[in-house]
């Protein structure tokens, strides 16, 4: 399973957020080179400085392309996986100008550095699920479907999309695959991610465990909001099962792709946080209503049968065991400063297998 990456050089961006860290951490477990390029952990604690990592990360911003492209020529990778983002609905309100040139103007730095770097055979850009013009139907959404957003990151992320699009057009174009270029890149959408060693503000189990921590009773938006929550290695499988179809120059997918829960599975705010009070009594939780001056989503679900009928991949925890796991990361960590990621990591891989 996932042989090809064992010669590999595989560069991550973002690797010090919440997505890049766990990824780091799976491609470390199974014994795979890898190299980041992120700015400093934002939070204390934080996954990245807990897991003590051993390999190397060039702390710097995806809009220093100096800095980036010389981290990219020196890493010399296969692969790069490109998680650095501005990951945020709210925040994108309060500062939409670093969305934009965060989530935009470092996805085309990313692209450039890769373009200019020929080692690199592959790049899979993470996206997320929320770049569709969501009308908040009961359907879900199919890669095909209208890209919109109707907020800053939503939008941003959507633009991310067309310019994907447009290099894969206008530089990677698949007719001329091993004529002109050497390059497969694919994007994939995927959100509402849970897991251990996220304490990123705004974000629902997060909020849930910070208060926990400190005895306090949490107030939660929205509670009738519905997504498709997925544990994190679920959908780091998919990018890791996405990269590997790149890098057998396997064209065809070289494309969109979702990764999700099967839609029977989206709960909504309240049903989530019901299942992480099963999984620790101690939390309170107390439900408002979110402030008027943000706009978020009441519905949002995704069409995940492309990845599962081509791509071979399938959620392989529903989303009470993503929850279970993830309550249980944290209760180890404030129990006695336990990190299971790589215990939930060999778990994860069990599963897999069997």
Known sequence: MLEIYQNKKVFITGNTGFKGSWLAAFFKKINVQVQGYALAPDTTPNHFNLLQANYTTTIGNILDKEKLNTAVAQAQPDIIFHLAAQALVRPSYTDPVNTYETNVIGTLNVLEAARKCESVKAIVLITTDKVYDNKEWEKPYTESDELGGYDMYSSSKACCEILIRSYRNSFFNMAEYKVKHQVLMASARAGNVIGGGDWNKDRLVPDIVAATAQNKKVQIRNPKSVRPWQHVLDSLYGYVLLGEKLLEEKKEFAEAWNFSPYSNEAKNVAEIA??????????????????????EAGLLILDNSKAVQKLQWKPVWNTTTAVEKTIAWYKAYYDDGSITTGDDINDYLNHVNR
């Open 274 to 295: 019901a299942i992480a009070k099963k999984s620790w009594s101690t939390i309170d939780i107390e439900f408002g209503t979110p402030p008027d001056n943000f706009h």
